[in-house]
């Protein structure tokens, strides 16, 4: 293989797609369609990620990577140029590369004319440049996959539109292969092979980020068999006459599949990754290899999975099996197993008593929804302790979650979290993160004497009625306590959507700290969450509403929330600050730039957010406030650990657990932030902004390509109607 003639070979095809007017009647309706779509949805919801993107992007290469390879050998074979190929000292093999990287290039080119959608997301959000990075990776694979089925189908059917159609059916059966309707008709270990052959299989990791060797190999060994089909093909007219030949080129492909079927079966116990998160939230963090350098004694983690799980579900089954053989190799006192409880009365027995119960899952098969039960939780045994994590939906906290609970196991003592609440506060999912941890001890206005254990409080104040713990905050205070507060300095009647000033005085302390909570309302007209309302007649709508906002981080130096992007509040109060002698004050939460507050008249129903206007500036939400050993969070609104807001944002969950764990753990836990993936949200100034991301990355990219199209397919034009005097 000579790879001068390999690249000479590439560039012809790559300049074959830029002097022909095919190439572009293919990039401008996928630029225009693709962009068109995510924009819709992206600025719609205010999230500011290419996931949706390149989640859409393998069904729109459906089409457009067949295009590009369609006639990449069937014209050759149709005109018989390929003959003429063939005449020339070059071999089937570097024919067949030569195009496949023409054809790739090409497409690096179109990926290339998206380049302003993450530029968009640098301007106006802050992403993650990791997880980009790794969605174009992974983009760039799934093009190399099926450019190669392309090239296969060309190299079996002379007609270039049979060629088309070809590619298309085997680039879609390698997507739907891995999904539920497939799987589920098949029984293990067929079940789990079809969606390991699946291409969005392997591009999940990717797109979040996480390369992983063994997804690697499989678009290596995909591209490569299908390459191999095509030189198999390409030859036959060397090998009809020579039988060796022909055998040589069946080994070959056979050992293309046994090597990739090898190397995932070698790695599926011995896994390579690489993290390109910027928060390297697929590392395992110093806290958690402190934490398993201290054990003193085995910690047996026992993972109780079914064979038998939706596709989705298997790519969360091998991620947590990744991450316990990572545990398992930093210390000699971990250890792993797997138990299938449905294989075996003991194992289902087992389960039980470790709290691990079925799950039912929703599947799509043979054309409508089924549940389907399964297994998919651990457990972690030390000494005569036992804690389990039920069920695993996704694996981005499981790090988090399953050091604090080895934590909690090992610890000599447990530690107390005191919950102090003014009103009420529908908070289950609060109380379920906190006992993974410690143990919560509920506190009345006289239980005093119970401060003194307590390794962090928690007061929650709705502002709906008359409090005295303000004398008991202060004292516990002035002991070197830890409090996170969550307060709002206006009560709300989500019934009757009403609000008055607050008729607590819980909030008077902090004016020592140099903290005001005020009684207003804080509104934000573009980081609105929406909400579903009815009308008069009771039809119901959905609208964007103001007073349920994103705050966003104020600063990246604060560890615990160096991985949130944006929490949810709702009906929140602003806060001022003032300097203090000896009190350190740093804000955690700030609006957007366009919010504002109301002071004076509370109407929040949603016919009234047409007279809203913002005031230019971000308005503080939340601040840490430290003065010698003592801590103190203030979240200007106590809706942050209900239940509605810590199960529809995972940053509320990040954001609540690492600040607790900030103020209750010591410096080891505290270095192990959540790494639940919340929504970063567009940070737009006005709509004018809004008005350049969608509509110039909607059409200036098809406005460029059309523009070049014009200029340098006429200027060829041109050029061959050119005379040249003798």
């Known amino acids: 293989m000579k790879i001068n003639i390999i690249l000479r070979l590439a560039k012809k095809e790559f300049l074959g797609y830029v002097n022909g007017a095919l190439a572009y009647t293919v990039i401008v309706p996928f630029l225009l369609l693709s962009v068109f779509l995510y924009t819709r949805t992206a600025l719609v919801g205010g999230d500011a990620s290419l996931r949706p993107y390149f989640e859409l992007l393998p069904w729109f290469l459906l089409l457009l990577a067949p295009a590009l390879s369609m006639k990449l050998l069937s014209d050759e074979q149709k005109s018989e140029t390929i003959e003429l190929l063939l005449a020339h000292p070059i071999s089937e093999l570097e024919i067949v590369v030569g195009k496949f990287l023409g054809a790739l290039a090409f497409f690096a080119i179109i990926l290339l004319t998206t380049i302003g959608l993450p530029l968009s997301l640098i301007v106006y959000s802050r992403p993650d440049l990791g997880q980009i990075a790794g969605q174009y990776i992974g983009a760039l694979f799934i093009g190399a996959t099926f450019i190669s089925v392309g090239i296969a189908a060309s190299a079996y059917v002379k007609n270039a539109i049979s060629s088309f159609l070809l590619g298309a059916a085997i680039s879609f059966i390698l997507i739907i292969i891995g999904f539920d309707l497939v799987t589920q008709m098949l029984p293990f270990p067929f079940n789990r092979i079809t969606s390991e052959l699946s291409v969005l299989t392997h591009s999940e990791s990717i797109a979040r980020g996480l390369l992983d060797i063994r997804d690697v190999f499989y678009f290596l060994t995909i591209t490569a068999v299908f390459l191999a089909a095509a030189i198999f093909k390409l030859s036959e007219r060397k090998t009809t006459e020579r039988p060796t030949e022909a055998r040589k080129l069946k080994f070959a492909l056979g050992l293309i599949l046994a090597i990739g079927v090898i190397s995932n079966i070698i790695l599926s116990s011995y896994p390579l990754k690489v993290d390109l998160t910027q928060s390297r939230l697929f590392t395992l963090s110093e806290g958690t290899k402190q934490t398993l350098k201290n054990l003193d004694d085995i910690a047996t983690i026992t993972l109780y999975s079914s064979r038998q799980l939706p596709a989705q579900m298997q790519l969360v089954a091998r991620d947590v099996t990744d991450t316990l053989k990572d545990y398992e190799k930093l210390s000699k006192n971990i250890?792993?197993?797997?138990?299938?409880?449905?294989?075996?009365?003991?194992?289902?027995?087992?389960?039980?008593?470790?709290?691990?119960?079925?799950?039912?899952?929703?599947?799509?098969?043979?054309?409508?929804?089924?549940?389907?039960?399964?297994?998919?939780?651990?457990?972690?045994?030390?000494?005569d302790k036992t804690e389990s994590i039920p069920f695993i939906s996704d694996t981005s906290d499981l790090e988090y979650q399953l050091t604090r609970r080895i934590r909690k196991l090992s610890a000599d003592k447990d530690k107390v979290i005191g919950i102090y609440r003014n009103g009420y506060s529908p908070s289950q999912i609060l109380n379920e993160l906190l006992s993974s941890q410690y143990k919560t001890e509920t506190l009345a206005v006289d239980d005093k004497g119970k401060l003194k254990g307590l390794s962090a409080l928690i007061a929650i104040d709705d502002g709906s009625q008359e409090s005295t713990a303000s004398a008991m905050i202060k004292d516990y205070l002035s002991q070197n306590g830890r409090v996170l507060f969550l307060a709002s300095g206006v009560s709300v009647s989500p019934q009757s959507l009403s609000a008055q000033k607050s008729q607590s005085t819980i909030p008077n302390f902090l004016s020592d700290y140099g903290v005001t909570l005020n009684n207003d309302l804080v509104y934000d007209l573009q980081l609105a969450e929406i909400l579903n309302f009815s009308d008069q007649n009771g039809r119901r709508y959905l609208s964007q509403y103001p007073y349920w906002l994103r705050s966003l981080p104020a600063t990246n130096d604060f560890a615990p929330i160096s991985?949130?992007?944006?929490?949810?509040?709702?009906?929140?109060?602003?806060?001022?600050?003032?300097?203090?002698?000896?009190?350190?004050?740093?804000?955690?939460?700030?609006?957007?730039?366009?919010?504002?507050?109301?002071?004076?008249?509370?109407?929040?129903?949603?016919?009234?957010?047409?007279?809203?206007?913002?005031?230019?500036?971000?308005?503080?939400?939340?601040?840490?406030?430290?003065?010698?050993?003592?801590?103190?969070?203030?979240?200007?609104?106590?809706?942050?650990?209900?239940?509605?807001?810590?199960?529809?944002?995972?940053?509320?969950?990040?954001?609540?657990?690492?600040?607790?764990?900030y103020l209750a753990a010591d410096k080891d836990l505290a270095t192990i932030p959540s790494k639940s993936t919340g929504r970063a949200v567009f940070e737009f100034k006005n709509s004018i902004d809004i008005f350049l991301v969608q509509y110039g990355n909607l059409l200036i990219p098809p406005f460029a390509v059309i523009s070049f199209a014009v200029f340098y397919l006429r200027r060829r034009r041109l050029l061959t109607k050119r005379v040249y005097a003798k």
């Open 335 to 383: 250890k792993f197993r797997v138990v299938y409880p449905e294989e075996s009365s003991e194992g289902a027995s087992e389960a039980k008593q470790a709290g691990i119960n079925e799950v039912q899952f929703n599947t799509l098969s043979s054309g409508k929804f089924e549940a389907q039960a399964g297994f998919l939780g651990l457990a972690i045994r030390f000494s």
């Open 563 to 661: 991985t949130v992007k944006s929490v949810s509040l709702g009906w929140p109060s602003s806060l001022t600050l003032s300097t203090r002698d000896g009190v350190t004050q740093k804000t955690l939460l700030t609006t957007g730039m366009n919010a504002g507050k109301t002071d004076n008249v509370f109407s929040i129903s949603p016919q009234s957010i047409n007279t809203l206007t913002p005031n230019g500036q971000k308005i503080p939400l939340a601040t840490l406030i430290e003065k010698g050993d003592m801590r103190l969070v203030v979240v200007g609104s106590s809706t942050l650990a209900n239940d509605q807001f810590l199960q529809n944002n995972p940053d509320n969950v990040a954001f609540l657990s690492n600040v607790i764990d």
